[in-house]
T-cell receptor
Framework: EAQVTQNPRYLITVTGKKLTVTCSQN?????MSWYRQDPGLGLRQIYY???????DKGDVPEGYKVSRKEKRNFPLILESPSPNQTSLYFC?????????????FGPGTRLLVL | AQKITQTQPGMFVQEKEAVTLDCTYD???????LFWYKQPSSGEMIFLIY??????QNATEGRYSLNFQKARKSANLVISASQLGDSAMYFCAMREGDRDDKIIFGKGTRLHILP
């Protein structure tokens, strides 16, 4: 089954404790992206990647890191989480941008930073 | 300035009526793509429909159609014969250009279908 998986689905952590949210897709997509969703703000793009070893900042990259060492995986790293990073996070993937019609979204990760 | 504007934070519509969700966008790039996504209360994001800036015809997918008015920079989603299961949050999104593949989402419209 074609899918994007994220782990963990729910996470409660404390300020400053490094964490990683994993994202994996099995569709051989070149493009992957991370978003955060906050009430009243819609989805905002954090980082995206056009292919292996190619990453770019979205609109809200501060406080986040990503890496794309393999095509299927695109982890989101919070080196020192803060309460303002409490949010719902989505990973998404799609074929190369000029041909895609839609992104496939993962199920989301709810993060609470105390 | 917002690049994607959804002016309706919430809407209530009677079941079986048609619904139009508004979306206006702002870009100077001649090449762009517009998307609509549905987010039910369960939280997942579901792709509904796509319109490319060079597409000559309005996109349609089943009960969903996109009323694309390029000169007005408008990309409204039309849902025909609404159903209770259409109650959800709806997001309009835009991809600009061929080089920069940032994707920008609007703030969403919460649609409530009344029985």
């Amino acid at each position: 089954e074609a899918q994007v998986t994220q782990n963990p689905r729910y996470l409660i952590t404390v300020t400053g404790k490094k964490l990683t949210v994993t994202c994996s897709q099995n569709m051989n997509h070149e493009y992957m992206s991370w978003y955060r969703q906050d009430p009243g703000l819609g989805l905002r793009q954090i980082y995206y990647s056009m292919n292996v070893e190619v990453t770019d900042k979205g609109d809200v990259p501060e406080g986040y890191k990503v890496s794309r060492k393999e095509k299927r995986n695109f982890p989101l790293i919070l080196e020192s989480p803060s309460p303002n990073q409490t949010s719902l996070y989505f990973c998404a993937s799609s074929p190369i941008p000029r041909e895609y019609r839609a992104q496939y979204f993962g199920p989301g990760t709810r993060l609470l930073v105390l | 300035a917002q690049k994607i504007t959804q002016t309706q934070p919430g809407m209530f519509v009677q079941e079986k009526e048609a619904v139009t969700l508004d979306c206006t966008y702002d870009t100077s790039d001649p090449s762009y793509g517009l998307f609509w996504y549905k987010q039910p209360s369960s939280g997942e994001m579901i792709f509904l429909i796509y319109q490319g800036s060079y597409d000559q015809q309005n996109a349609t997918e089943g009960r969903y159609s996109l009323n694309f008015q390029k000169a007005r920079k408008s990309a409204n989603l039309v849902i025909s014969a609404s159903q209770l299961g259409d109650s959800a949050m709806y997001f309009c999104a835009m991809r600009e250009g061929d080089r920069d593949d940032k994707i920008i989402f609007g703030k969403g419209t919460r649609l409530h279908i009344l029985p």
